[in-house]
């Protein structure tokens, strides 16, 4: 084997990545270093980042160095930890596996957001050697009624559900994020067949509601793409607590 060649097979793996967050709060416990991924399939119709749809795009990324960045500020995260979001970090399977894999050798916390949708079963073992090095999900459930899914994400809802299944067989915490839109999420039916859902998975440890807000607007203005929820006003926060509780209650009485 020439020299060459035998330096690039040990070389890592790289990835694309569309940016790094030092101080992330709000994406899994403590403070935590958040590497959004590039690519996603979904068509979120409120996505607020437009921009991290094309896969081939961003920076290219080794392991290595995505974990030298987190190096640069490791004190910070000793309650926190790693959390891949995006974009869709599913659809770069093989490297988030392997930075996931490099920072559980290091003993770093780690946390995935996303929307399980790349899910499927005859990739089920790529899926469990995953598994094996994630402490939390973060799942996005977007719209509970499948009709309702395809029209906002342009995608079925069925992997979803699928992965949620597959992470209880696998013990894997979940917390479920549901974004509430007027006019979309905000339903009755909608929250209390999201209740009737989640209620069932042994491994849901939390649930996050967070309000529709338009801060997304202006990448849309700038990458010049119309943006599909002109006229939706942002949802108010004691609104999407009050949603909150429909969906609790549901979880409450289906436990009971
Ligand atoms: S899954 Fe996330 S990144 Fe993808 S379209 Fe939806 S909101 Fe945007």
């Not at 490099?102 to 050697?129: M, N, V």
């Not at 977007?142 to 992470?167: I, R």
């Not at 479920?176 to 989640?198: A, F």
Request: charged share 30%; with cysteine; glycine share 8%.
């Amino acid at each position: 084997m020439k020299l060459s060649q035998e330096h690039s097979m040990m070389k890592s793996k790289t990835g694309y990545i569309h940016s790094l967050e030092s101080f992330g709060t709000v994406d899994g416990p403590g403070i935590r270093f958040v590497v959004f991924f590039q690519g996603c399939p979904m068509r979120c119709k409120y996505c607020h980042n437009p921009d991290t749809w094309k896969v081939h795009e961003g920076q290219e990324m080794s392991v290595e160095e995505i974990l030298k960045e987190y190096d640069k500020n490791k004190n910070f995260y000793k309650k926190g930890g790693i959390t891949a979001t995006g974009g869709e970090p599913l659809l770069q399977m093989e490297f988030l596996t392997e930075l996931f894999k490099a920072a559980k050798e290091k003993g770093i916390h780690t946390c995935l957001d996303t929307s399980g949708i790349t899910y499927r079963e005859e990739k089920k073992e790529q899926f469990e050697e995953l598994f094996r090095y994630l402490d939390l999900v973060l799942l996005d459930i977007k719209h509970s009624l499948p009709k309702g899914h395809k029209e906002l994400t342009g995608q079925p809802q069925e992997p979803v559900l699928a992965f949620a299944g597959a992470l209880e067989k696998a013990g894997i915490p979940m917390v479920i994020r549901h974004v509430v839109v007027p006019g979309i999420t905000d339903n009755r039916e909608e929250l209390e067949t999201l209740g009737h859902l989640i209620a069932k998975f042994k491994n849901l440890c939390g649930l996050e509601v967070l309000p529709y807000h338009t801060m997304g607007i202006s990448k849309y203005e700038r990458l010049g793409m119309e943006y599909p929820l002109k006229g939706v006003e942002s949802m108010d926060k004691q609104e999407a607590k009050k949603a909150k509780e429909i969906i609790l209650e549901v979880i409450k009485r289906e436990r009971s």
